[in-house]
C-alpha cells in the first residue's frame, strides 16, 4: 500500500529547502532591502493588465460586509492593502521588511489612504488584535510552521480568511526538476501542498482559481543565471550531482529569444478560503499541542 503524504511536513521540508539558497548580504537583514521596488513595479504591471477573480471576490465579500476590518499579512509594498483599505472601515497590515513598508506607505499617500494601521513584524508571531477578515497574498512560503500560520490567523480573525497562492502546472520545468532532485514533484511551498495541508488539519477549505491564466514566464540574462538561479530552488550546494541533469533540462525547455533565456509559463493563482467556524478540530488540537 502506497504511504499517505504527510503533507505538513512536506511544506515544512520545502521551506527549509529553499532557505537554503537565500543569502542575506551582510549589512542588512532585509532579503527586500534592493528588491522592494522592483517587486513594486512588478506587481502593479500585473495588476494594471485588468481586474481577476480573487481581488472582485475580496472585494465583494468587503462590500457585503460595510464597515468590516481587514488584517494584511506579509502585505509587501501594499497592493491588496490599498484596494481593501477602499472598501474596509480599517486594514492592519503586518510586514516585517523595513524596504517593503517604505513602498507601502509611499503607495497610501499617494492613493490617500489614512485608514491603515501598519505593525512591523513576522507571522505568526506578531500579535494583533481579531479581525472580520484576514488575507495573505504569497506571504506564507517562507514560514516553516504552516499550522501555526493557519492558526494564528483563525484565532485573528472573526469571519473569513483568505490565502492567495500559487500553483504550479502538471509537467514544469521546476515539477521534473523536483523529482529528480527530491523524488517528489514540489519544487516549493505552493498552492497544492497548503490544500492538502489544510485537509490534513481537519478544514475543507473552498478555492477559487484566477481567472487570468498563467503567469508571465521568468526571464533570465544568461542559461548560467537561469541554472544558478534552478539550483537555489531546490537548496542545491554550488556544484552537485544533479548540474548535468539541470543544464540538460533547462536547455531542453528554456527558449532563448532577444537574448534573454526564457521559461515556459508554468504557474497561475489560487484563493483559498474558508469560514473561520468551519474548523472540525481546537486549535490547540490543530498545532499538535
Known sequence: MEKMTDWITLWRELVEAQSKGW?????????????????????????????????????????AHPGSTVLDIGAGTGAWTVLMAHHARRVTVVEPSEAMIEVLKENLAAEGVANVEIVQGAWPEAEVEPHD????????????????????????????????????????????????????????????????????????????????????????????????????????????????????????????ENGQWVWPRSVRSALVYWETGDWVVSLPELRGK
Not at 495588476?47 to 465579500?61: C, I
Not at 498552492?191 to 475543507?204: D, R, W
Not at 503567469?215 to 531546490?234: G, I, M, Q, V
Request: aromatic share 10%; proline share 5%.
Open 23 to 63: 543569502h542575506k548580504k551582510a549589512d542588512s537583514d532585509d532579503h527586500w532591502h534592493e528588491k522592494a521596488r522592483g517587486f513594486d513595479r512588478l506587481v502593479k504591471e500585473r495588476w494594471a493588465a485588468g481586474p481577476d477573480s480573487s481581488r472582485e471576490f475580496v472585494v465583494a465579500q468587503l462590500e
Open 133 to 256: 477578515f484576514a488575507l495573505c497574498s504569497h506571504a506564507m512560503y517562507g514560514c516553516p510552521d504552516f499550522p501555526a500560520f493557519v492558526g494564528q490567523m483563525v484565532e485573528a480573525t472573526r469571519r473569513t480568511c483568505f490565502l492567495v497562492l500559487r500553483a504550479p502546472i502538471k509537467g514544469s520545468v521546476m515539477v521534473e526538476a523536483a523529482m529528480r532532485v527530491w523524488g517528489q514533484p514540489h519544487d516549493s511551498p505552493n498552492f497544492q501542498v497548503a490544500y492538502n495541508a489544510l485537509l490534513q488539519m481537519g478544514l475543507f477549505p473552498n478555492v477559487l482559481i484566477e481567472d487570468t491564466g498563467l503567469w508571465d514566464p521568468w526571464t533570465h540574462d544568461s542559461f548560467e543565471e537561469a541554472l544558478t538561479e534552478t539550483k537555489r530552488r531546490l537548496g542545491l550546494a554550488e556544484k552537485s550531482e544533479h548540474d548535468e541533469f539541470l543544464a540538460e533540462l533547462l536547455g531542453k525547455r528554456l527558449v532563448c
